[in-house]
């Protein structure tokens, strides 16, 4: 049991919170074989090696001619046609001086080839072919110029993209190790709160955040527990976080950790396990914590959606990747010339939404979205990703702003 460290006036850098979690994230689940048809998204858990030089053969890379480089003229000039080849199949001829062998995209350089001219360069003349001037070893992919056998293709720790499960399969890879999907509660409070379709009734409101954390969260690779909404009440709270600490890795919660009189999360945090830090310097959502339920690491966001969001997409997205057996987990911001200016010290880091927009010279510029409120999620829809502005920072218009995409962060 622990009292937090952070309830006084000091404020948490938003850098220093996510060191604190990326140290105290826990080791990644269990691993599991999965087919490589299931492994979008999934966290490799075993370095693995190309069986198999990538191309495993001299091939073209184009639809024309392969030939000797040194029978074509500087000029150019005729070659005899002495057959043809098309991927998968096997060249039975051999070119020999003043030939050529019709060839077709991916199939295996005829033995003697060395070179490869487009159809669309050469004129065809029965069985003769006229090829301009050319280079020694233009059109021709090389065998093993990707990768060699035995060369690294994935590291652990890599979340699987579309790329990557297309270089697994060139590689003749079905099926892969990785870490099984960590398991995350999802639990909202507020007695306030109404799922969409249901009616309302004064001082009632829908329900956001559940969805909005709950797509972030399957967009990471989570498996997604929802445990609904938790009543402001302290026993119902504590009675929550006990069954969802024990069928899950991770707890995630929204609202109930400021400090109003109905805010009875973090008591029940601090009755069941710790809360070691609660006020962030980061706008939107200063009122973030993090700790732990019965041994299960917890983080409780803010109850504003826009700060649930964004402090979600900056703070547990790390976090989270980490605890899956991600190493790659910060985001690396572009630079790009404000066309705005921020005249507003704050002491705080801020996200504003933005979205970047072409000037007069063509060139990308950050846009602000003239409503930044915590409470409201139309400007993130309309931004195209968040200008980070530091704390006590002025911006001048055309000077240079971080810009983080929402493509990067989701």
């Known amino acids: 049991m622990s009292v937090s460290v952070c309830d006084s006036g000091h404020l948490m850098p938003v ?28 966290v490799v858990a075993e370095e693995l090696f190309s069986p198999l030089d990538l191309p495993g ?7 024309g001619y392969a030939l000797r480089a040194e029978d074509v003229p500087a000029e150019g000039g005729y070659l005899m046609l002495a057959g043809r080849v098309a991927a998968g199949q096997h060249s039975t001829v051999s070119v020999q001086a003043g030939q050529a ?45 990707e990768l060699r056998r035995g060369q690294t293709l994935i590291t652990v720790g ?44 004064p001082g ?19 498996d997604v527990h929802d445990y609904g909404v938790m009543a402001d ?6 009675d929550a976080l006990t069954l969802a600490s024990s069928e899950c890795d991770l707890l995630l919660t929204s609202a109930g950790v400021s400090v109003g009189e109905e805010d009875h999360l973090k008591q029940a945090i601090e009755e069941l ?16 914590a993090f700790g732990n339920v019965a041994g299960k690491p917890w983080i409780g966001l803010p109850g504003n959606p826009s700060a649930a969001l964004i402090t979600a997409l900056v703070v547990v997205r790390p976090f989270l990747l980490r605890a899956q057996g991600v190493e790659r987990v910060l985001s690396v911001p572009a630079t790009v010339p404000a066309a705005f200016e921020w005249l507003k010290p ?23 979205h003239p409503q930044q409120s915590s409470a409201m999620l139309t400007a993130a829809c309309w931004a195209d990703g968040l200008v980070i502005i530091e704390r006590e920072q002025q911006v001048l218009k055309d000077e240079p702003v971080p810009f983080v995409s929402f493509a990067e962060l989701m």
């Open 15 to 42: 850098d220093e919170a996510i060191a604190t979690l990326l140290a105290q994230a826990p080791p990644p689940p269990a691993t599991q074989v999965i087919s490589l048809e299931q492994a979008l998204g999934r």
């Open 57 to 63: 053969f001299d091939n073209s890379a184009m639809d």
């Open 101 to 145: 062998v019709r060839i077709f995209t991916g199939a295996p350089l005829p033995p003697g080839a060395d070179t490869v001219i487009p159809q669309e360069r050469c004129r065809l003349y029965g069985q003769r072919v006229w090829c301009p001037p050319v280079r020694l070893g233009e059109h021709v992919r090389k065998q093993g110029e």
């Open 158 to 201: 890599k979340r699987l993209r579309a790329q990557d499960i297309g270089l697994l399969a060139s590689a003749g890879i079905p099926r892969l190790k990785v870490y099984r999907p960590l398991r995350v509660c999802l639990l909202s409070s507020g007695n306030e709160l109404r799922e969409p379709g249901e009616p309302l009734v």
């Open 204 to 222: 009632q409101i829908y329900n956001s955040n559940r969805y909005v954390l709950g797509a972030l969260l399957r967009g990471w690779g989570v």
């Open 233 to 238: 009440e302290l026993a119902a709270s504590r």
């Open 273 to 288: 396990g710790r809360v070691d830090f609660w006020r962030l310097a980061i706008q939107p959502g200063k009122p973030l």
């Open 346 to 368: 704050n002491k705080r880091r801020q996200y504003l939404r933005a979205r970047l927009s072409p000037g007069e010279d063509g060139h990308l510029r950050a846009v602000l």
